[in-house]
């Protein structure tokens, strides 16, 4: 799965291809993303273009979130959409991950 | 010839008189009293040696039935325990010759657990002075394994009063044992094929997708099954067929003939359809006809025979025919009333008679009317002080619950016939099947698609969903409930090509959309493995596992969701999901 990160300070911004992430791709993105997160790594995913996240994609994004936090690194999550949004409260995930408005919001976090 | 007498008091009687009085070889010339002397001592002597003999004989005879009982026999002196006899059957059972075990103790030659349980029943036995029975004590054999003894053990008193030796006998019941296991194994296994038989031939799922009518099944199968039956046939949309049955006798036997039974109808309502004019459905009376023609010399010679009941539904028309065969009364629940008539054919049962013809009973329903079949198991269950749970009750309950949904009532009975009995379990099967009849509308909109067993048609679907939604005559599904159906859908999906196709991408997957004025209906059909969501556990929802939440999902994303098999044998799923703003519906 193509990933297009940008590097902003020594944060890292991995903006989601596609408008799903669903059990069609969710294994490839998992196993893609992981080889982009450095431990203590500073990392934003950027969904402002997915319009449809099912439960393999937060699967996905929990194990993301498990392996930066296990080497003192977080995740956080910006540019939701509705329905994503809806998704992840519906399982209460939105209190499990840091979720910002936009990118910027998201990035000026970690300088905080 | 005689020889010296064996017991100490003998021979010193023995040994006084040799002394006394000279034997006839060494007799001195005597006077005439001597001479008399010598003979009465000679009778006295005679006399002694007889009775020595008689004792001697009497002695080895006791002996001889002691060593050839065909049960095992010990004697344990009662000071030390230690034995003093041991039996030819003893040395058999336990392998343990007497050399080894006279003047020794059960310590000497059997685990210690074995010997104290044997020593601890000695010493009740002898401390109470009485006979105790033992029916089953284990015990460790030299050469034949564990056996089981049933053993007897009794008390010697002497003259002052006191025990002085025990005596025990033992049967070897470690054969019927055995035997008795080996029955009870195979009771559980006959049980256990019952239960299959009837789980697998005997009780059918109740249709779920049948416009206009909901039906609801319960079973409690008892101990020993008692071959009730039901069996349900969807003829096009708007007409059901049920068939509940009961046949005489319990078990494998009545299981199967129950089976038998059902299979005939099931033939004998095929050749009809083959032979009626197309779009014509044969009338119950004629399948009930024919498929008793089948049975009933069967019956006959068996001695048995099946009550029956034959029910149609018109959906369309709003009615009910039936033929009922010496069954239970079906309890007719009218919504608009609020209150119960019992409908009873005049029919005998299955096997009864051969050339039987068959009345047919035409009931008029409405809406909200419930239909109640039953077995007798049911209205036969009785209470602690041996009323029975009966047909009055029965009605009473339906009357009150009449106006729930058709398994909440079918649960209220079996709670009900619970607190009568005060049992969970009951001696008859108890078998129910409420059937209610429902506003029958056809949906305003519907649309089918076919996608394969391969992940990345997901979207396919959603997008056929979506579509189908947002197109919706009248108007359009909110975009939230958009959102969920796809949600729920692509979860449910994803579901059967993991796990009930287990990966296999080449499978089909019936996906269909039916909007009414007030709900959206969303069913998935495919052939791959059942789903049974009652054995998924709740989610974590505090991020430590990443999936398990696709049932969770779908369960909140849409109002109603249904696990079950429908008539074509396919697993479906069916979501519903309600709309917001429920327009009027039209009757």
Partial sequence: MELTTEKVGDVVVVILPGEHLDASNAKEFKRDVALLLEPRGKVVFDLAGLSFVDSSGLGAFLSSLRQLNATGGDLKLCGMTKPVRALFELVRMHKIFEICGTKDDAIRSFTR | ?587
Wanted: glycine fraction near 6%; include cysteine.
């Fill in chain 2, 1 to 587: 010839m005689k020889s010296a007498p064996a017991s100490s008091f003998r021979r010193a009687v023995w040994q006084a008189l040799s002394r006394t009085w000279p034997t006839a070889a060494r007799r001195e010339p005597a006077n005439a009293q001597l001479e008399q002397e010598v003979a009465e001592h000679r009778r006295t002597e005679e006399a002694l040696a007889r009775r020595t003999a008689e004792l001697e004989e009497a002695r080895s005879f006791l002996d001889s039935v002691l060593e050839n009982l065909p049960v095992m026999l010990f004697v344990k002196d009662a000071r030390d325990l230690k034995f003093v006899r041991w039996n030819r059957a003893e040395e058999e059972a336990l392998g343990i010759d007497r050399s080894a075990a006279i003047g020794r103790s059960d310590y000497d030659f059997f685990p210690e657990e074995q010997a104290s349980f044997f020593v601890a029943k000695d010493r009740a036995v002898l401390s109470g002075g009485q006979m105790v029975e033992i029916p089953e004590e284990a015990i460790q054999t030299a050469h034949r394994g564990l056996r089981y003894l049933h053993t007897i053990k009794v008390p010697v008193v002497g003259a002052d009063g006191t025990p002085k030796y025990l005596v025990g006998i033992s049967e070897d019941i470690t054969e019927r044992k055995r035997a008795q296991e080996e029955l009870a194994r195979a009771r559980e296994q006959e049980v256990e094929i019952g239960f299959r038989i009837q789980q697998t031939l005997l009780l059918d799922q109740p249709p779920r997708d049948v416009p206009g009518v909901r039906v609801a099944a319960l079973t409690i199968p008892s101990q020993r099954i008692d071959g009730d039956f039901y069996d349900f046939f969807k003829h096009r949309d708007d007409c059901l067929d049920v068939i509940v049955g009961d046949v005489m006798g319990k078990g494998i036997p009545a299981a199967l003939l129950g089976a038998a039974t059902k299979s005939h109808f099931l033939q004998a309502l095929s050749r009809l359809l083959s032979l009626a004019a197309h779009g014509t459905l044969p009338e119950p009376k004629d399948i009930v006809t024919l498929a008793h023609s089948e049975v009933a010399r069967q019956l006959i010679e068996l001695e048995s025979f099946v009550t029956v009941c034959y029910a149609r539904f018109d959906l369309e028309k709003r009615t009910l025919d039936f033929v009922d065969c010496g069954h239970t009364a079906t309890i007719h629940f009218r919504a608009n009333t609020g209150t119960c008539a019992m409908l009873q054919g005049q029919n005998l049962p299955l096997g009864v008679s051969e050339g039987e013809i068959h009345e047919q009973i035409h009931v008029a329903l409405n809406w909200g009317d419930v239909l109640l079949f039953y077995s007798d198991g049911l209205t036969e269950t009785r209470n602690s002080a041996g009323e029975l749970f009966g047909t009055e009750r029965l009605a009473e309950c339906v009357r009150k619950h009449g106006r729930l949904e058709p398994e909440e009532l079918i649960d209220r009975i079996r709670q009900a016939a619970v607190a009568f009995s005060n049992s969970e379990t009951f001696g008859d099967d108890l078998t129910c099947v409420a059937v209610r009849i429902e506003d029958r509308e056809r949906p305003a909109f519907r649309a089918e698609i076919d996608v394969s067993s391969d992940l990345t048609e997901l979207a396919r679907a959603r997008a056929f969903v979506r579509e189908g939604c947002r197109n919706l005559p009248g108007s359009a599904l909110d975009e939230d409930s958009i959102s969920q159906l796809e949600l729920a859908i692509t979860e449910a999906l994803s579901n059967i090509m993991t796990h009930a196709y287990r990966g296999r991408t080449d499978q089909v997957i019936q996906i269909g959309v039916d909007a009414f004025a007030d709900r959206v209906v969303l069913r998935l059909h495919h052939l791959g493995e059942a789903f049974d969501p009652s054995g998924v556990a709740a989610p974590a929802f505090d991020g430590t596992q990443d999936g398990g939440f696709g049932v969770y999902i779908i369960e909140q994303s849409v109002d109603e969701v249904r696990y079950y098999r429908d008539e074509r044998g396919r697993n479906c799923i069916s979501m519903v999901k309600n709309r917001r703003r429920p327009e009027t519906r039209s009757s």
